[in-house]
């Protein structure tokens, strides 16, 4: 491993200097994206409506994939689901 003198001159992490990590904070929530904690987001209906034309009564639980949400070419028309941009 090796480790340069000028890393000594780096701050300490700390909650006053964390807001400065904007990049990294990017990064995380990418990584979270593409490969979330869970696969599937449970959620309850509150009220009776249409989804795709699917009814959906109110509820009646519904399963959401997320990886596939995030990935997914229709739901990202602007961009591709693939490519990581830092905004």
């Given amino acids: 491993l090796l480790i340069r003198k ?3 001159r780096i701050p300490e992490l700390n909650e006053a200097n964390l807001s400065s990590l904007s990049y990294c904070e ?3 929530k990418e990584v979270l994206r593409l490969a979330p904690i869970n696969d599937i987001a449970a959620r309850t209906a509150t009220q009776d409506t249409f ?3 699917i ?8 399963c959401i994939p997320l990886h596939n949400i995030n990935t997914d070419d229709r739901y990202w ?9 830092p905004d």
């Avoid at 009814?55 to 519904?62: A, E, M, S, V, W």
């Fill in 77 to 85: 028309h602007h961009i591709d689901p693939q490519q990581f941009i």
């Fill in 55 to 62: 009814k959906i009564r109110r509820g009646q639980t519904i």
């Fill in 51 to 53: 989804l795709d034309h």
């Fill in 26 to 28: 990017c990064v995380v």
């Fill in 6 to 8: 000028d890393l000594q």
